[in-house]
Nanobody, 120 residues
Framework: VQLVESGGGLVQAGGSLRLSCAAS????????MGWYRQAPGKQRELVAR????????NYADSVKGRFTISRDNAENTVYLQMNSLKPEDTAVYYC??????????????WGQGTQVTVSS
């Protein structure tokens, strides 16, 4: 599975950005896709994720009400709409996909990361 991200960039505080992540290759049995981020000197953290079956979503408390994750199952693509951006949202954002292998075993795939910088 290959994940290609797009949509990062530089924006002023209060602005918006939309990230996209398209999965290609052997995409069968992908159950969940989402976004993580990692700021300098900090651990990678979950931002939001969505299940492909049912569309259940999870958000980090810090982005609830500002970010919205959505998916296009037919295109194996996930989007992250980020509104009311804050300087503390500045980080490299990584797309993640979880693919079921056998039984409870799964495999994680990661994109190359896209930089989001929010200026104050």
């Amino acid at each position: 599975v290959q994940l290609v991200e797009s949509g990062g960039g530089l924006v002023q505080a209060g602005g918006s950005l939309r990230l996209s992540c398209a999965a290609s290759g052997s995409t069968g049995s992908i159950t969940t896709m989402g976004w993580y981020r990692q700021a300098p000197g900090k651990q990678r953290e979950l931002v939001a994720r969505v299940t492909f079956r049912g569309g259940s979503t999870n958000y980090a408390d810090s982005v609830k009400g500002r970010f919205t994750i959505s998916r296009d199952n037919a295109e194996n693509t996930v989007y992250l709409q980020m509104n009311s951006l804050k300087p503390e949202d500045t980080a490299v954002y990584y797309c993640n996909a979880v693919q079921m292998i056998i039984g409870p075993m799964s495999r994680d795939y990661w994109g190359q990361g896209t930089q989001v910088t929010v200026s104050s």
